[in-house]
């Protein structure tokens, strides 16, 4: 089969453009590597924990960018909560660590799992045996903060809290009542 000029010609536009999109896509793939690498965790153990999966096209583009936007929203959160003095320290809190554990965020802040999932954490190796996962440890301003802000301050907290404590020890008069007969 014989090609004419003219198709020879439109091949060869067509090869140009193709090599030209596939240029802008390498150049706007790695302007996004760039931007991800400023919005990239360090954890104490140095490897990293990306906030937001890579983007390959226009819709995880936005969705990127609607990403990184709640990130900075929560950051000035984080930031104001820290430096919130209308947040009131409990009696316990009071030289407290500035890290808690999971268990304490759900226990003594009421969080549940989902609340606790958007808080920051670092990771340390487990102190238990280091070949277990590591231990995630929650900033105590934030998960004050949530917490605070779900049950509407200091007082809604302490409240909540009690609630439960009566409710596990009716709980556990209840299963108890027929040990001794």
Known sequence: MVLTEEQRERIR????????????????????????????????????????????????????????????????????????????LEDFEVGAS???????????????????????????VNPHNSKFKPMKLYKRDEVRYYAHKRYGGLNGLIKERNKRRQRKLEKDMNDAKDIFK
């Open 98 to 124: 500035q890290y808690v554990t999971k268990k304490e965020a759900t226990n003594v802040y009421c969080l549940p799992e989902g609340s606790i999932a958007v808080c920051t954490y670092e990771e340390k």
């Open 13 to 88: 536009r067509n090869k140009e453009r193709a090599l030209q999109i596939q240029k802008e896509r390498k150049q706007k793939q790695q302007n996004e590597n760039k931007k991800e690498e400023r919005h990239t965790h360090y954890n104490n153990n140095n490897k990293r924990r990306s906030s937001s999966p890579t983007t390959n096209n226009n819709d995880n583009v936005i969705h990127h960018q609607k990403e990184v936007e709640k990130s900075e929203k929560k950051q000035k959160i984080i930031a104001d909560s820290q430096n919130d003095p209308s947040l009131p």
